[in-house]
C-alpha cells in the first residue's frame, strides 16, 4: 500500500488521499477522482479505462467512496435460496412508515435496509434508490464486489458497512445533504448548467478552487463530477463526518448489505479541510 501511494501527486508525509469511483457496469462511463488533503489540496481525475484503472486508484488511497451497492437485501437471497430449493418463499414485507405517515421505500425483496433509512434521512421524495435486486444497478454491484475482492488479496473480506479501505456512497443524496442539488437535473447532456453550479459550490464550500481541466470535466461529464464528491465524502467519512450505522439492526444489516455513508446535514464543506 504504501509502495502504491507513493505516487500520489503532492503527497506529503500525513496527507490523507481519498479516491471516488462512479462506478458503471462495465463501460466507458467510469469515473475516477483522487484528492490529496494536504494545506493545498490536489485534485486529480483518473483512467478509468478498466478495473486494473480501478484498482490502482484505491490502492492509492486510504479510503475510497464507491458509487454502488456493496450488497443485495438479506429477504432478496433468503428469497432466491428458497426458489433454488423448492422451499417455501418467504413472506414479502415493507419498511416502516415515514414520519408523515407515508409508506416507507418499496419492499426488502427489492430494496436494502440502508436504502430505506438514506431516502427517508435525504427527504429525496421521488427521487428513490435503485433496486440492486430488480433494476440494471445489479450489474453494478457485481463488478463492486469483484473489486472488493480482488482489493482484499486473498486477506479477509473487506468490511461492506464502511469502516474499512472502501466505503458506499450515493453523490446524489450528498449534494441533498450539503444543501448543494440544484433545482432539476445533473444528468446528462442537459445537466451541465446544473453541474456549472455544483461545482462552483464545492469550489465555494471547500475553499479551494479546481485544476481548471478538472472543472471542465467536471461541468462536461456527471460521471466525472459524480467522481469527485464520492471523493469528497470519503474525507467526510474519515473525519466522522457522515452517518455510519447506529443501531443492532442497522449494524447487522450493513455488514452483509452495505451502508450508504451520508454526509451529516449541517456539516459545513469547510470543515473537510481540517
Given at each position: 500500500?504504501?509502495?502504491?501511494?507513493?505516487?500520489?501527486?503532492?503527497?506529503?508525509?500525513?496527507?490523507?488521499?481519498?479516491?471516488?469511483?462512479?462506478?458503471?457496469?462495465?463501460?466507458?462511463?467510469?469515473?475516477?477522482?483522487?484528492?490529496?488533503?494536504?494545506?493545498?489540496?490536489?485534485?486529480?481525475?483518473?483512467?478509468?479505462?478498466?478495473?486494473?484503472?480501478?484498482?490502482?486508484?484505491?490502492?492509492?488511497?486510504?479510503?475510497?467512496?464507491?458509487?454502488?451497492?456493496?450488497?443485495?437485501?438479506?429477504?432478496?437471497?433468503?428469497?432466491?435460496?428458497?426458489?433454488?430449493?423448492?422451499?417455501?418463499l418467504p413472506v414479502r414485507s415493507g419498511y416502516g412508515a415515514r414520519e408523515d405517515g407515508r409508506p416507507?421505500?418499496?419492499?426488502?425483496?427489492?430494496?436494502?435496509l440502508t436504502d430505506d433509512v438514506a431516502w427517508k434521512r435525504t427527504g429525496a421524495g421521488t427521487q428513490?434508490?435503485?433496486?440492486?435486486?430488480?433494476?440494471?444497478?445489479?450489474?453494478?454491484?457485481?463488478?463492486?464486489?469483484?473489486?472488493?475482492?480482488?482489493?482484499?488479496?486473498?486477506?479477509?473480506?473487506?468490511?461492506?458497512?464502511?469502516?474499512?479501505?472502501?466505503?458506499?456512497?450515493?453523490?446524489?443524496?450528498?449534494?441533498?445533504?450539503?444543501?448543494?442539488?440544484?433545482?432539476?437535473?445533473?444528468?446528462?447532456?442537459?445537466?451541465?448548467?446544473?453541474?456549472?453550479?455544483?461545482?462552483?459550490?464545492?469550489?465555494?464550500?471547500?475553499?479551494?478552487?479546481?485544476?481548471?481541466?478538472?472543472?471542465?470535466?467536471?461541468?462536461?461529464?456527471?460521471?466525472?463530477?459524480?467522481?469527485?464528491?464520492?471523493?469528497?465524502?470519503?474525507?467526510?467519512?474519515?473525519?466522522?463526518?457522515?452517518?455510519?450505522?447506529?443501531?443492532?439492526?442497522?449494524?447487522?444489516?450493513?455488514?452483509?448489505?452495505?451502508?450508504?455513508?451520508?454526509?451529516?446535514?449541517?456539516?459545513?464543506?469547510?470543515?473537510?479541510?481540517?
Open positions: 500500500m504504501d509502495a502504491a501511494r507513493s505516487g500520489t501527486a503532492g503527497r506529503g508525509d500525513g496527507d490523507m488521499v481519498t479516491v471516488g469511483i462512479d462506478l458503471a457496469g462495465y463501460t466507458s462511463t467510469t469515473g475516477a477522482c483522487r484528492v490529496t488533503w494536504s494545506d493545498e489540496p490536489v485534485v486529480e481525475l483518473l483512467p478509468a479505462r478498466n478495473d486494473e484503472d480501478l484498482l490502482a486508484a484505491m490502492r492509492s488511497a486510504d479510503r475510497t467512496g464507491l458509487d454502488s451497492p456493496l450488497g443485495w437485501p438479506v429477504a432478496f437471497a433468503a428469497l432466491l435460496g428458497a426458489h433454488q430449493t423448492g422451499a417455501a416507507g421505500l418499496g419492499n426488502r425483496f427489492t430494496h436494502r428513490r434508490p435503485l433496486s440492486v435486486s430488480a433494476d440494471k444497478l445489479g450489474v453494478v454491484a457485481m463488478r463492486a464486489a469483484d473489486l472488493m475482492e480482488r482489493l482484499a488479496d486473498g486477506g479477509p473480506a473487506l468490511p461492506r458497512d464502511g469502516s474499512g479501505p472502501v466505503l458506499e456512497v450515493y453523490p446524489a443524496y450528498a449534494l441533498l445533504q450539503w444543501g448543494l442539488l440544484p433545482a432539476g437535473t445533473y444528468k446528462g447532456k442537459d445537466g451541465a448548467p446544473a453541474r456549472a453550479v455544483i461545482v462552483k459550490a464545492l469550489e465555494d464550500g471547500l475553499g479551494f478552487p479546481l485544476p481548471e481541466a478538472a472543472r471542465g470535466r467536471c461541468v462536461r461529464s456527471d460521471h466525472d463530477l459524480d467522481a469527485l464528491v464520492s471523493a469528497v465524502v470519503a474525507r467526510a467519512a474519515a473525519l466522522g463526518l457522515t452517518d455510519p450505522p447506529e443501531t443492532d439492526e442497522e449494524r447487522a444489516a450493513a455488514a452483509v448489505e452495505g451502508w450508504m455513508h451520508l454526509p451529516r446535514r449541517g456539516a459545513p464543506l469547510a470543515g473537510l479541510r481540517g
